[in-house]
Nanobody, 124 residues
Framework: QLVQSGGGLVKPGGSLRLACHSPGFSTDYYSVAWFRQAPGKEREGFSCISPTGDNTYYGDSVKGRFTISRDNAKNAVYLQMNDLKAGDTGVYYC???????????????????WGQGIQVTVSS
């Protein structure tokens, strides 16, 4: 239901921009969150944006380095990742849910529509 793009291999300190599109439906009334799953670990939410973009959440591990944004005219949400570290390596997922507030860390069980996941590898 959601289509992701933009992952890849980057050196420490580098940048990547992930995109999450919803070709099949309008996300105007959906909050969208980003999750990542490192090898051997559980999927963890770290960022979220409300339907109008006026409310955002960032986990401590990404605050100041990552920026979430959205363009509702394009049914798209973006994640700009700067100053990437080896610990950022993992599979990244976007997810959408209606009537969800982004006041705290997003939890996987609260989101019903998911992207396919995309690999981000930070390595020298």
């Amino acid at each position: 239901q959601l289509v992701q793009s933009g992952g890849g291999l980057v050196k420490p300190g580098g940048s990547l921009r992930l995109a999450c599109h919803s070709p099949g439906f309008s996300t105007d009334y959906y909050s969208v969150a980003w999750f990542r799953q490192a090898p051997g670990k559980e999927r963890e939410g770290f960022s979220c944006i409300s339907p109008t973009g006026d409310n955002t959440y960032y986990g401590d591990s990404v605050k100041g380095r990552f920026t979430i944004s959205r363009d509702n005219a394009k049914n798209a949400v973006y994640l700009q990742m700067n100053d990437l570290k080896a610990g950022d390596t993992g599979v990244y997922y976007c997810a959408a849910e209606g009537y969800y507030t982004c006041y705290s860390r997003p939890l996987p069980g609260n989101f019903g529509s998911w992207g396919q996941g995309i690999q981000v590898t930070v390595s020298s």
